[in-house]
């Protein structure tokens, strides 16, 4: 069972539709960061939170850390956010783990 | 393997040495892709690794950085003439094709450069 459970998977939208990436996981943690690559392996941190949350023009990352949970949304999708979005983990020893990542496809 | 597959898991090097780190994905990914996690700091892509064609390495930092992938399995990290702000922890992930998603990482090796 992997420490950092992503869902969904996979995520077809279509443009302007409201969305929702889900994150949990098991233990402790010191920060956790979503992710974003794009075509062609580059990633860029999008957020990097340890609680409350976080606004980034239309990107909200929200941590519950009682829970154990992070969400990422994305308000008014555009076909430039199609991408896959990752949830990592960072704890106290900077040891960091993933979660498998979240396909989106955003269709104009 | 299960998983993907990083050795070694902690390497202390002198400042000035070389060091090689290396990455075994999974059997029938096609994708690789070389992260570092500095302390305190995001994730940095470094390069990326598509079957057999050429390689990405547009997020080396400098030419003393350089990988390989043999045979489209294994692949090796090196670093030459190491410096201390080299120190940080290196992550390998592979995926079966790029774009897909489903990435697998593995442990990472944490370099500490003394």
């Known amino acids: 069972k992997n420490e950092v459970e992503q869902s969904p998977q996979n995520l077809t939208a279509q443009e302007g539709e409201f969305i929702t990436i889900n994150c949990s996981y098991s233990?402790?943690?010191?920060?956790l960061h979503w992710l974003q690559q794009h075509p062609g392996g580059g990633i860029v941190s999008l957020f990097m939170l340890s609680s409350g949350k976080k606004k980034h023009g239309r990107l909200i990352a929200t941590i519950n850390i009682q829970e154990k949970h992070s969400s990422l949304h994305i308000t008014a999708s555009h076909p430039r956010d199609s991408a896959v979005y990752i949830c990592?983990?960072?704890?106290?020893?900077?040891?960091?783990?993933f979660g498998a990542g979240t396909r989106l496809t955003v269709k104009p | 393997g299960a998983g993907v597959s990083q050795s070694p898991s902690n390497k202390v090097t002198e400042k000035g040495k070389d060091v090689e780190l290396r990455c075994d994905p999974i059997s029938g990914h096609t994708a690789l892709y070389w992260y570092r996690q500095s302390l305190g700091q995001g994730l940095e892509f470094l390069i990326y690794?598509?079957?057999?064609?050429?390689?990405?390495k547009s997020g080396l930092p400098s030419d003393r950085f350089s990988a390989e992938r043999t045979g489209g399995s294994v692949s090796t990290l090196t670093i030459q003439r190491t410096q201390q702000e080299d120190s940080a922890v290196y992550l390998c992930a592979s995926s079966i094709y790029r774009d897909t998603g489903g990435y697998t990482f593995g442990s990472g090796t944490r370099l500490t450069v003394v």
């Open positions: 990592a983990v960072l704890y106290n020893n900077n040891d960091m783990r």
């Open positions: 233990v402790g943690i010191s920060a």
């Open positions: 690794f598509q079957g057999n064609s050429a390689p990405d």
